[in-house]
């Protein structure tokens, strides 16, 4: 079974831009979470979609959003791109039931370089 | 405000020793907590994790122990090997969805 693949896999952008990346979870999985992670703040969670509806958001400014299609792909847009955006940004499915007890399969991530 | 304390940040083990992870959380309503191990280049793998209603879970030389009232738990990795280094993160989650909070993550080194 394939696992979660998410393109492009490296990103350099520039100040102001605007960025989509994005992610094929697991076949069958109808959960997508999407995660920020830096050196200095660690993983944090961005924002969860199930069955094409965001669930859950995370504590981050409106210049990053989601959606999530049909056949549960997802991607994350992030607008007016900041240097402290630069950061690997992940992708994780689970299992059809999209619950909190569900394994969380990740992928590789993106690497965004903000210039 | 950080919902899930990770310590210590980084960890030294000689191969064939106990390494020792700690997580503290705040929100009495987690009642999922996963421990992931993430390698460079790769994302975060589930290694273990455990319900609330569980004092300890063990796989293989990986084990959880859990305290509820003290809203307090580790993972301990026995026989520490060279292929355990890597950076260790512990996580909580509730019942809202799939969403889970981080700990600052550590990074283990074992010498051989």
């Known amino acids: 079974k394939a696992g979660v693949t998410q393109t492009p896999r490296y990103l350099i952008k520039t100040r102001g831009q605007q960025v989509t990346l994005s992610c094929s979870p697991i076949?069958?999985?109808?959960?997508v979470s999407w995660y920020q992670q830096t050196p200095g703040q660690g993983l944090q969670f961005l924002f969860e979609?199930?069955?094409?509806?965001?669930?859950n958001k995370g504590n981050f400014p409106g210049r990053f959003s989601g959606r999530q299609f049909s056949n549960s792909r997802s991607e994350m847009n992030v607008s007016t791109l900041e240097l402290g955006d630069s950061a690997l940004y992940l992708c994780?499915?689970?299992?059809?039931?999209?619950?909190?007890?569900?394994?969380?399969?990740f992928g590789p991530g993106t690497r965004l370089t903000v210039l | 405000q950080q919902q899930v304390k990770q310590s210590p940040q980084s960890l030294i083990v000689q191969k064939g020793g106990i390494s020792i992870i700690n997580c503290a959380y705040e929100?009495?309503?987690?009642?999922?907590f996963p421990w992931y191990q993430q390698f460079p280049g790769k994302g975060p793998a589930l290694l273990i994790a455990?319900?609330?209603?569980?004092s300890e879970k063990k796989e293989g030389r990986f084990t959880i122990s859990f305290n509820k009232s003290a809203k307090q738990f580790s993972l301990h990795i026995m026989d520490s090997q060279p292929g355990d280094s890597a950076t260790y993160f512990c996580?909580?989650?509730?019942?809202?969805?799939?969403?889970?909070?981080f700990g600052k993550g550590t990074t283990l080194s074992v010498s051989s």
């Open positions: 996580a909580a989650s509730n019942q809202a969805g799939t969403a889970l909070i």
């Open positions: 994780a499915s689970s299992s059809p039931r999209g619950l909190s007890t569900d394994t969380q399969y």
């Open positions: 929100n009495t309503a987690f009642d999922y």
């Open positions: 455990i319900r609330p209603d569980v």
């Open positions: 979609y199930f069955s094409e509806t965001q669930r």
């Open positions: 076949s069958g999985h109808r959960s």
